[in-house]
């Protein structure tokens, strides 16, 4: 068991040399493919090596705890995301005005101006939406990238823990308010939670439960994001304790993992996109409450 923690751990190490050759090697691309593919063939190989049954959910339940149960992991992904984030847009995300963007630039400057003026500009208009844009920019990069280095073989989903969702969610929260205070005053900040036109006698029910909906909503985005990105999982390690079960006999389910995985890819853009969206039109609620 020693020596399946053991190649465990190392296949820890490969899934965090990959990211150190995606961000400093001239052959990154085809790099980060082949380390990828080797952490991602070897575990279930690993596990379906095991001597017995007993042995091989051992295993697995070692390698789901590494993958979403451990956080002192998240640390780890919070310093790669910042990492990865600074290179790309410091080094690699050059603007000229008078080029037009290539690279880089030409893939990310879409998706920047996407959440600038169909988010934020949309939601809390364009003066107050240009002054949050790069919070909200922020956000989404920082989510992105969590959830897909949640997608990288031995690595850890932060996203899929209810406590960094909650954090996210609590920035939202701090936003929100100091939003509704900046914009609208002490007194106007209270008045948001009382409708317009409402009768006096109803005002003593309807306000304590629109201020209670002040931190539904961030409540709200935290379990929609951590239960998405921990779905997706929970469905790959179900995959993965068939297999184990059923050793050789199960490995057509290879396939279906395989799909599952490629749907994830998916979902960590959208969830991303999702928080962010839903994010900007709360904040835009408290700054602009008559509309």
């Known amino acids: ?66 993958h979403i149960g451990d956080t002192s992991l998240y640390q780890a992904m919070f310093i790669t995301a910042f ?26 400057e879409p998706v920047v101006i996407f959440i600038r003026d169909d988010i934020c500009i949309q939601y809390l208009g364009k003066k107050e939406g240009l002054r949050f844009a790069p919070f909200f ?15 990288i073989p031995m690595l850890a989903t932060a996203t899929s823990n209810v406590n960094v969702t ?34 006096i006698a109803v005002i003593p029910i309807i306000f304590p439960l629109e201020f209670i909906g002040l931190v539904v909503k961030p409540f709200a985005l935290t379990i929609r994001l951590f239960a998405n990105m921990m779905a997706g999982h929970i469905i790959i390690f179900a995959i ?26 998916l979902v960590a853009f959208l969830q991303a996109y999702i928080f962010v969206m839903l994010s900007a039109l709360f904040v835009g609620e408290m700054l602009h409450p008559s509309h």
């Open 240 to 265: 993965l304790g068939i297999i184990v079960s059923f050793r050789w006999a199960a490995t057509p389910l290879l396939g279906l993992g395989v799909f599952i995985y490629l749907l994830e890819v």
């Open 166 to 199: 909650g954090a996210l969610a609590s920035m939202v929260l701090v936003a929100m308010i100091l939003g509704g205070f900046f914009f609208n005053g002490f007194i106007g900040f209270f008045k948001i939670f009382i409708p317009g036109g409402l009768p």
């Open 137 to 151: 920019l922020t956000l989404f990069f920082f989510i992105l990238t969590l959830n897909l280095l949640g997608l």
């Open 1 to 66: 068991m020693n020596s399946q923690k053991h190649l465990v751990h190392e296949h820890s190490k490969l899934g965090l040399a990959s990211i150190s050759f995606f961000c400093f090697s001239k052959k990154r691309n085809f790099l980060i493919i082949v380390c990828s593919l080797l952490s991602a063939l070897g575990q279930p190989l690993i596990l379906m090596a095991a001597q017995d049954s007993a042995a091989g959910e051992e295993a697995l339940q070692e390698f789901i705890f590494h």
């Open 83 to 108: 990492i990865i984030l600074t290179l790309v847009f410091v080094l690699l995300f050059k603007k000229n005005p008078r080029k037009a963007p290539s690279g880089i630039t030409n893939l990310l």
